[in-house]
């Protein structure tokens, strides 16, 4: 019986509380987004998490 390894970063992820996500968007959107945050000098998943806890709070406090 093959035991899957863990590798020792999905460990750390797993521990620190992240996952992986998957979206269909497109191509021209993320592009777009990539230059747009290159030209910032922010991270695409640092940006992504900001507007994400932005939104949250907006419909949070909506209620």
Known sequence: ???????PQDKWNAKAGYISKS?????EIVADFADACE????????????????????????E
């Open 23 to 27: 979206y269909k968007l497109k191509k």
């Open 1 to 7: 019986m093959d035991e899957k390894k863990i590798r």
């Open 39 to 62: 030209k910032a000098g922010v991270s695409q998943a640092g940006q992504i998490t900001k507007m994400m806890l932005e939104f949250c709070e907006q419909v949070n406090n909506a």
